[in-house]
């Protein structure tokens, strides 16, 4: 099967937007990672790092964790 060049100019910039980066454990932490941490639920985890977000304190992007799935990993913005 020919493609042209647009439609493969069009799936490159799909596979683009999806190809999320690799869960760093350097620079991200998972609001599963802080519920043993702070003791709370991961609700609770995850509404504190987002409020953190919004302060300015931390920074948020979705990351690929090494099974394939995707979450939202937190880090310190530079």
């Known amino acids: 099967m020919k493609i042209s060049q647009e439609e493969n100019d069009l799936l490159k910039d799909l596979v683009a937007q999806f190809d999320y980066p690799t869960l760093d454990p350097e620079k991200h932490i998972t609001a599963k990672?802080?519920?043993?941490?702070?003791?709370?639920?991961?609700?609770?985890?995850?509404?504190?790092?987002?409020d953190?977000?919004?302060?300015?304190?931390?920074?948020?992007?979705?990351v690929r964790l090494p099974?394939?799935?995707l979450c939202t990993g937190f880090y310190k913005p530079e």
């Open 33 to 50: 990672q802080m519920v043993d941490a702070w003791g709370v639920s991961e609700t609770c985890a995850r509404t504190r790092l987002r």
């Open 52 to 62: 953190l977000v919004s302060k300015g304190k931390l920074a948020s992007e979705r």
């Open 67 to 69: 099974d394939g799935n």
